[in-house]
């Protein structure tokens, strides 16, 4: 591997961490006034035109092929409506460092469907990650079923959003992609846009978008920028530089980074149950993901 490639990786890796694991406690912020529907459907969509805009301006054809749109739409359904919208609903009831550390278990239950999807061998790797996510869970769960102001639905929701997400992900590795992966994020968040926009339309109030606070503002132009597009974009790049073993194995700073942030920009307590779950979520994402890692050493 081209060590200055390596290097450039290592640095936007680093940086993509940062700014996925800062978003979560900023949406906490922009929730605080505008509701989940309005929030999505306004990142979304400037989200994946500017995804578009960005691969036009790489001279990609910014369009998908035809036979690609029939494993696109269920993709965009998993990866980006569910996900989205039960995350956020999640995220407004529960302290946003325990809601990331929920949420980005979703590379375990990726590596379980696999398993039934893609028919790939269940090891005792996984077996050892599965057990530990779990436990993680539990930790955060258990508290939630004692006292009811810690939002037991809130928990349920960003469950669901992890396995939507894990949907999605294997969902989109069985496909035969031929578009460029820039062009194909572009249209999912789009695509996964359309019935979030509809209900932001029905049940939403984007009307507060004209009324809101000038932090809720900067909040929302935070998770539209950020988020939204330089993540996404950021995230490609970095798939170019390193193996995705690496690659992986780096995402798993996210939620340590978005528990620190919670408890900087939002004073949200962090406990020993927080302290434990972390340990062992990130614990079993490492697991899991380090046995690609092992066998590109051991090719290269």
């Known amino acids: 591997m081209d060590g200055s490639n390596f290097m450039r990786g290592a640095r936007l890796l680093a940086l993509l961490a940062l700014m996925w694991g800062l978003s979560w406690p900023i949406t906490k912020i922009a929730l605080s006034q505008i509701d989940p529907w309005t929030l999505r459907a306004v990142g979304l969509n400037l989200g994946g035109i500017g995804l578009l805009i960005v691969a036009h301006l790489q001279s990609y054809r910014p369009f998908v092929e035809r036979d690609e749109v029939k494993y696109l739409l269920p993709v965009a359904l998993f990866n980006v409506t569910l996900w989205s919208i039960s995350a956020a609903y999640g995220l407004s009831?529960?302290?946003?460092?325990?809601?990331?550390l929920i949420a980005y278990t979703m590379p375990i239950w990726s590596s379980v469907l696999s398993v039934v999807v893609l028919h790939e061998p269940f090891g005792l790797r996984r077996l050892l990650g599965l057990v530990l996510a779990v436990a993680g869970l539990a930790t955060l769960v258990t508290p939630a079923w004692k006292n009811l102001e810690d939002a037991p639905v809130g928990v349920a929701l960003l469950v669901f959003a992890s396995l939507c997400w894990a949907i999605?992900?294997?969902?989109?590795?069985?496909?035969?992609?031929?578009?460029?992966?820039?062009?194909l994020a572009g249209w999912q968040l789009i695509l996964g846009a359309v019935p979030i926009t509809i209900g932001m339309m029905?049940?939403?109030?984007?009307?507060?978008?004209?009324?809101?606070?000038?932090r809720t503002a900067a909040a929302l132009a935070f998770v539209m920028i950020v988020p939204m597009f330089l993540c996404y974009y950021i995230w490609f790049k970095v798939v170019e530089l390193l193996p995705v073993g690496i690659s992986s194995i780096g995402v798993t700073a996210v939620p340590i980074i978005g528990v620190?942030?919670?408890?900087?920009?939002?004073?949200?307590?962090?406990?020993p149950a927080e302290g434990i779950a972390l340990i062992l979520i990130a614990s079993a994402l490492w697991v899991v993901l380090a046995k690609p890692l092992h066998h590109k050493k051991l090719s290269s």
Do not use: C, F, H, N
């Open 93 to 100: 009831q529960v302290a946003s460092g325990r809601a990331i």
């Open 168 to 183: 999605g992900t294997v969902a989109y590795k069985a496909a035969p992609w031929r578009s460029p992966a820039i062009v």
């Open 202 to 214: 029905a049940i939403g109030d984007p009307a507060v978008l004209a009324t809101m606070s000038l």
């Open 260 to 271: 620190l942030a919670g408890a900087l920009i939002l004073q949200e307590r962090v406990g």
